[in-house]
């Protein structure tokens, strides 16, 4: 049973939700070149969209209560729509289900991002291939994938549903082209690396080979 009243309408939340993201954002990724910037907007896009619903107007909960009829209460608790279904489908307790894999997965994304730009940024343009960039090629886009994903699980709405496609092919499409840059600058040492580190999530075989040296 939920508890509490209309949780929507703090626009002050929403805007410093929205400046903190954007201050990760800028921080931890590169906006300078025109790929970066639309790679750059569509997360952002995302960002505004997914904060606008969490804390301002729940336009997916008015939806689905007026077109399919479902009564949804305006609580910030019920927001969680995947938490609710998955306690009606009788699996638990879905709110702390979606939080705790949410959460997790928030974690392990921000941390991606983060070491992944360090490493970049120690580098000096220089070929980074250990850390990190030991066991997938893109730890980065690999953050921000995960990072979308865990706020999908924890506040999924239509406008997040709709925008997340975008996100996840223009951040690969992005990789593709800095991959051909990187073959260009480093044309021998960068396809070795390709030939042995995945690009995005790390293959079995390396896990296991890490794992045993």
Known sequence: MHQGGYAYGNWAIVVTMIMISLFFIFRFLRMRASMHRRSGGALIAFIIALFTEMYGFPLTIYF???FLRIKIPLDHIS??????????LGLGNGWAIVMIVSNVLLFIGIWLVSVGWEQVYKAQGRLVTNGAYA????????????????????????????????VILIYYRLAQRE?????????????????????????LSQLRVRAAS
């Open 79 to 88: 927001g969680h729509l995947l938490g609710d279904l998955l306690t009606y």
């Open 135 to 166: 066991y997938m090629r893109h730890p980065q886009y690999t953050g921000i994938y995960i990072i979308t994903l865990g706020f999908m699980i924890q506040w999924p709405t239509l406008t997040t549903l709709i925008l997340w496609p975008f």
């Open 179 to 203: 991959e051909r840059a990187a073959l260009e600058k480093f044309p021998n040492e960068y396809r070795q690396y390709m030939a042995r580190t995945a690009m995005f999530f790390p293959r």
């Open 64 to 66: 689905l209560s007026h």
